[in-house]
C-alpha cells in the first residue's frame, strides 16, 4: 500500500470541484472526508455511494446490515440534499468495477478530486489503491481521511517499533496520547453549498440477493437515530455501564453497535461524550463512562490488529501455530448450535436472540463462541461466518477479533485459554434465568436453579438434552489445544 494513503490530506485552498466517497462513514457531522471537500471546494460538491451487491454477499454482509445500511443512506441523502450536494448511486456487483465507474462519474461530472476515509480490511485496501490510481492517472487529486479510528493505524508502536498485539499495553498508549494531545475535534457539519451540479438518485429500499430478516422495527436508520441512542445511553445508563454491561436481562448497554459499523456516528462523537459525562477524564475517572471508553478502544485495537496483521481478513489464525489444531467436522453439532437447540438454556437465548432481533448481547457472543469452539471442537470460522451472516453490526474487525479470542488463536496476554462454563455463566450473568426465559419460552415456567440446566425437563418436542456433556468436552478441549486452561468460569 503506497505511504500516500497513510497521509492526511492538506487544504487546496478552494479550487476544487470534489467527488466525496461515503462508504462506513453515513454521515454529515464529524465526517473528515465531506467537511474537508467543503472547505477546498470553490463550488459545486457530489457525493457517492457504491453498492455492491456480490461483494457484500461474499464478505457475509447480512440482510439486516443492507437493511440498515440503505435505509441509512436515505437519510444521508436527505441530510445532504439540504447542503445542495447531490448523492449519487453506483452499483457494481464487485469491487473489481468500481474504480472504472467512479472515474467514469467524476468525468462526467467535471469533479477533479476524489475524498474519501480510509477502510482497513484488505479488499477495501487493495480497492482504494486500485481507485486512487485510476484517477492519479487522469490529473486527479485523490485525499484520504483517517475516521473510523482515533488513531490511524501504524502510528501506535511498541518500544521496539511493533504493532500492539495484547490490548492492555495498547489501551495505555491510547490513553497517554489522548492525554497528551487532547480528545480528537468533533467537527460540525458543513455548511450548505449555493447551488448543486444535479439531482440526487434514488436510494434503492433493497439490494438484489439480500431478501433475509431485516429486523428494521428494532433498528431505526441513520445518523439522528445514532445521536438518540447515544444521548439516551449517556443520560440513563452510562453511571451504571460498569455494573451492568453483563448482565444479560438489562438493557445495560448502548447498542450502538450497528451505528459505528456503518458510521453513522463517529469514535469521536463518542469519545467526547463517555468523556463529558465523566467530567472531562477518560482515565482512572467516574466507573461507568470510563469503562466504555475501554469498550471503544477495545473496537479500536482490533481494527488496528486487522490492519497490522492482514490475515485475519482472510480467513487466518491471528496466532499461525493455531493453523495446526484439528477442529470436529461434525453437521449435527453445527446446526444444532445455529439453531439454539444444544440444550444449554444460555447458549440457545443467545441464538434466539440473534435470531430474532439481529443483535446479540456482547456476554452471551462469548459464552456461544466459547461453546462452539471448546465445548463443540469447532472451528471458529464457522462461527464467524454465521454471525455476520446474521448480525446487523456486522464489522470484520470486531467479529473477528472476538470469535478469535474466544478460540484462543487470537491476541490474547495470557498464554493459556479459556474456556467458559455455560451453567456457571448463565447463573452469574442471568440469575433470575429472565434472559433465559424471553427467549426460551419453552423454560419460562422453571424456577431459578432449574433454568440454568434446563431443570431436567428434555421432553421430546420441548427442550433438547445437553447434546454435550460439558466436563467432557472441557477435557477434549485441553487435548486439542495440548495444554492446561484456566480454571473455567
Request: charged share 25%.
Amino acid at each position: 500500500m503506497r505511504r500516500r494513503l497513510a497521509k492526511e490530506a492538506e487544504s487546496t485552498g478552494g479550487a476544487m470541484r470534489p467527488l466525496v466517497w461515503f462508504r462506513s462513514d453515513l454521515r454529515v457531522h464529524d465526517n473528515r472526508a465531506l467537511a474537508q471537500a467543503c472547505r477546498d471546494a470553490a463550488g459545486p460538491v457530489l457525493g457517492v455511494f457504491t453498492i455492491c451487491p456480490k461483494q457484500w454477499e461474499a464478505h457475509d454482509w447480512s440482510s439486516a446490515k443492507v437493511s440498515l445500511v440503505m435505509r441509512t443512506l436515505a437519510e444521508l441523502s436527505g441530510a445532504l440534499t439540504a447542503l445542495n450536494i447531490p448523492l449519487l448511486i453506483v452499483e457494481e456487483p464487485t469491487f473489481a468495477g468500481v474504480p472504472g465507474r467512479l472515474l467514469a462519474l467524476a468525468e462526467r461530472h467535471q469533479c477533479d478530486g476524489l475524498y474519501f476515509s480510509r477502510e482497513y480490511e484488505w479488499n477495501e485496501r487493495t480497492r482504494d489503491e486500485q481507485v486512487s490510481q485510476a484517477f492519479e492517472r487522469t490529473g486527479r487529486v485523490v485525499r484520504t481521511f483517517s475516521d473510523r479510528v482515533l488513531f490511524e493505524p501504524g502510528i501506535l508502536r511498541t518500544q521496539s517499533g511493533g504493532m500492539y498485539t495484547v490490548y492492555s499495553p495498547f489501551r495505555r498508549a491510547c490513553i497517554a496520547r489522548l492525554l497528551e494531545g487532547g480528545l480528537p475535534e468533533v467537527e460540525p457539519a458543513p455548511r450548505a453549498r449555493a447551488g448543486s451540479v444535479c439531482k440526487p438518485d434514488r436510494v434503492p429500499e433493497a439490494v438484489a440477493g439480500f431478501g433475509g430478516p431485516t429486523h428494521a422495527d428494532l433498528w431505526a436508520a441513520g445518523e439522528s437515530e445514532a445521536k438518540k441512542r447515544l444521548d439516551r445511553f449517556a443520560r440513563a445508563r452510562m453511571a451504571d455501564y460498569r455494573e451492568a454491561r453483563d448482565l444479560l436481562a438489562e438493557p445495560g448497554t448502548s447498542e450502538l453497535s450497528p451505528y459505528l459499523a456503518i458510521g453513522a456516528i463517529s469514535i469521536r462523537a463518542c469519545l467526547a461524550r463517555a468523556a463529558r459525562a465523566a467530567e472531562g477524564t477518560i482515565d482512572g475517572g467516574p466507573a461507568g463512562p470510563c469503562t466504555w471508553i475501554n469498550e471503544l478502544l477495545w473496537r479500536e485495537f482490533y481494527t488496528h490488529v486487522m490492519w497490522g496483521f492482514p490475515r485475519v481478513s482472510k480467513g487466518r489464525a491471528f496466532r499461525p501455530e493455531t493453523e495446526s489444531i484439528r477442529w470436529e467436522e461434525d453437521e449435527r453439532l453445527f446446526r444444532a448450535w445455529c439453531e439454539g437447540k444444544t440444550g444449554y438454556p444460555i447458549v440457545d437465548a443467545g441464538m434466539h436472540q440473534m435470531a430474532q432481533t439481529g443483535w446479540m448481547h456482547n456476554r452471551a457472543r462469548m459464552i456461544v463462541a466459547s461453546f462452539l469452539t471448546k465445548d463443540l471442537g469447532i472451528d471458529w470460522r464457522s462461527g464467524e461466518r454465521f454471525f455476520m451472516r446474521h448480525l446487523v453490526d456486522g464489522d470484520l474487525a470486531n467479529n473477528n477479533g472476538g470469535w478469535q479470542w474466544s478460540a484462543s488463536t487470537g491476541t490474547d496476554a495470557q498464554p493459556y485459554f479459556r474456556i467458559f462454563n455455560p451453567v456457571s455463566q448463565s447463573r452469574r450473568y442471568d440469575p433470575k434465568g429472565a434472559y433465559i426465559r424471553r427467549y426460551v419460552p419453552e423454560l419460562e415456567r422453571l424456577d431459578e436453579k432449574q433454568i440454568h440446566e434446563g431443570g431436567g425437563l428434555f421432553r421430546p418436542g420441548r427442550y433438547p438434552a445437553p447434546i454435550v456433556d460439558h466436563a467432557t468436552a472441557r477435557e477434549a478441549a485441553l487435548r486439542r489445544f495440548g495444554g492446561n486452561s484456566e480454571a473455567s468460569r
